[in-house]
């Protein structure tokens, strides 16, 4: 067809015409692609559910390829003068689209994640994995996604009288609309009352930004805050499946050994150089007689995440999901079942919120009230309790005991035992810190040193008493704190990601296990199948119902990383680097200093092994 005779406007009139049924064509062939998502999700089982779903694949698709017409297409038809270009820039644009749409839903399918920066980088990566070498097959079809492109492309083009002839156009632009309006009305109100079934949908298709009004809602009068809290309470425990914790039934060995008491010393803030000769030389003996961890790390860098790793045994991303539904960690479940006695002792009466709605029941926490206000005073007076209950207790009968102090996180020196600490002893970056950082520092030295104190006491006790025969002692920390070494302004705790936040020392008293330090990377995680297996006489996997690994089996196997992290991050910690990946799937990977690489890629083995940690005791329809 020659139009040489046509004008500027006519030409874009035609463009424009026949842009409306490219884009209508290519929303149908979206709208195919879009049934892998709704395959890889599930189809729901209620009808409103169903209803929402249907909506939603026609009104998203349509308004994704819309958007790109209207964005991309509509203003190029006006900058382009020929009609032949201008139809093949919106081939290419189509064909990019659509290869992007099965790059995501490959990702969708194959770690259940839309594309991301960090997915990027999974599929790009130049490591020869499975997955990588899997993806790259797609690209096969892009030349006959252009080549069906451009076929399209002509036909319309020669057929786009007759279309438009047909008078179809407006109404099936009411009908996506429609359905586009329709979905995100009803998203509002599943959001509104908990609809379950509507909006654990919201993220089963790309680019998923589904509305919501709560706040709208409730200034208007549609919507009771109490009575939302309310119903969210009930759903949380009517979906009491999303976890599956633990995976199996725990099963014990057919021929258990006899139960060991187990007390942990849980020391708020405590970082892992702390474990010296000069600031804790009690502890520090003590390690030296029984099993020091050297590359230890907390399952996060704050206080609830770090305590949720190490009751639970899995990541911190699993918290808010494991509080919802009110499970009973498995190893506080087990030493029930096996009538263990409960003393459970806290310097500021067990604060923290996740105590009471996730790991102790409120009988046992609340058993032994500490008095004492001052953090160093609240810490004699607990681990004194401690030491009463050790020796009052009922004999014959296996125990567990949980003391945490938390004078360390306050830097309070308890009077008579402060002693100065010089910079030297701080790491080399000491001498350039300001003299506001060493005030600090040296105060949480001498904070650290007194409650030293008290574990010498403690020690003691148990050896008057006997009980080291038959007690696992396990000293440790949440987490550890900063005073700005990594030159980044990170101060405390829950800042940033670094070895002085993260790394917590690890000190293990087992009965007949020889002395030994382990330089193999361990985190809070391993903790609960170490003492499952160990103390408990369980034979189920460790996998069945925890993330971590016996610790006394890390030498045997490589492990060249853990996870730490919260909801909101995915902290992967190797010896050489560390990598931190947001929840909306940007990375950062910094060195063992802590200091930003931006040139260095994530490692795309790790991360797939991450991943599938991090999902696996979600629970997954059959």
């Given amino acids: 067809m020659v139009d040489r005779g046509n004008t500027y406007k006519d030409n874009v009139s035609q463009l424009i015409s026949w842009g409306h049924w490219f884009s209508f064509f290519n929303i149908i062939a979206a709208m195919l692609l879009g049934t892998r998502y709704i395959t890889q999700s599930g189809w729901p089982e209620t009808l409103l559910g169903q209803i929402y779903q249907l909506l939603n694949w026609v009104g998203h698709f349509s308004f994704l390829v819309f958007a790109v017409y209207i964005l991309i297409i509509f203003p190029a038809s006006f900058l382009i003068p020929s009609k032949k270009l201008m139809r093949l820039f919106a081939v290419l644009v189509a064909t990019g689209g659509l290869t992007l749409m099965l790059l995501d839903i490959y990702a969708y399918e194959t770690l259940h994640l839309h594309l991301t920066p960090l997915v990027w980088e999974l599929l790009l990566s130049g490591e020869k994995t499975d997955m990588n070498a899997q993806w790259q ?108 914790y633990p995976m199996d039934n725990i099963l014990f060995s057919a021929n258990p050994k006899e139960p060991k008491n187990i007390l942990i010393v849980m020391i708020d803030s405590l970082r892992s150089d702390m474990l010296n000769p000069v600031v804790m030389p009690n502890l520090s003996n003590f390690s030296e007689e029984n099993i020091q961890f050297s590359h230890h790390y907390s399952s996060s860098n704050d206080a609830m995440a770090g305590l949720f790793g190490l009751f639970y045994g899995l990541p911190g991303s699993y918290a808010s999901n494991v509080r919802n539904e009110g499970l009973t960690p498995a190893l506080l479940q087990i030493l029930e079942e096996q009538k263990y006695q409960f003393g459970l002792f806290s310097a500021d009466n067990f604060k923290n919120s996740l105590y009471y709605q996730s790991i102790f ?8 009230p500490i008095k004492s206000k001052k953090p160093w005073l609240a810490d004699k007076e607990a681990t004194d309790k401690l030491d ?9 009968t296996p125990w567990f005991a949980y003391l945490e102090l938390k004078n360390v996180a306050k830097y309070e020196t308890g009077g008579k035992y402060v002693r100065p600490f010089q910079p030297s002893l701080d790491n080399e970056v000491s001498i350039q810190e300001d003299k506001t950082a060493l005030l600090l520092k040296n105060s949480y030295n001498n904070a650290a040193f007194y409650v030293d104190g008290l574990l010498s006491l403690l020690f003691e006790t148990l050896k008057l008493n006997g009980q080291l025969d038959n007690t696992v002692v396990v000293i440790t920390s949440n987490h550890g704190i900063e005073f700005n070494e990594t030159g980044s302004n990170s101060w405390g705790s829950n800042t940033n990601y670094s070895q002085y936040q993260l790394q917590v020392p690890l000190v293990i008293h087992w009965p007949n296990k020889a002395p030994q330090k382990i330089d193999t990377l361990s985190s809070h995680l391993d903790l609960v199948p170490t003492l499952m297996e160990g103390a408990l006489s369980v034979n189920s996997p460790s996998k069945n119902y925890s993330s971590g690994h016996n610790l006394f089996e890390l030498t045997e196997m490589q492990r060249d990383w853990v996870i730490a992290g919260d909801s909101r991050d995915i902290v992967v910690v190797q010896p050489e680097k560390t990598t931190v990946v947001d929840k909306f799937g940007n990375y950062r990977v910094y060195d063992s200093n802590y200091k930003l690489q931006p040139e260095v890629k994530p490692q795309l083995s790790v991360l797939m092994q991450v991943m599938h940690e991090l999902q696996r005791f979600y629970y997954k329809d059959e």
């Fill in 137 to 244: 097959y797609l690209f096969i079809g892009v030349p006959s996604i252009f080549l069906l492109e451009l076929a399209l492309s002509e036909w319309i083009w020669r057929k786009r009288r007759q279309l438009s002839h047909k008078n179809v156009g407006v109404p099936i632009a009411i009908m996506f609309a429609s359905c586009f309006i329709s979905s995100h009305l009803i998203h509002i109100w599943a959001d509104a009352y908990l609809y379950r079934p509507v909006t654990s949908q919201r993220s089963n298709f790309p680019i998923s930004y589904p509305l919501t009004a709560k706040t709208f809602m409730e200034k208007y009068g549609l919507l009771d805050r109490q009575e939302y809290q309310r119903r969210r309470d009930e759903i949380a425990v009517k979906y009491n499946n999303e976890i599956l």
């Fill in 361 to 368: 029941r409120e009988e046992n926490a609340s058993k032994y």
């Fill in 388 to 396: 009463h209950w050790l020796t009052q207790r009922e004999k014959n």
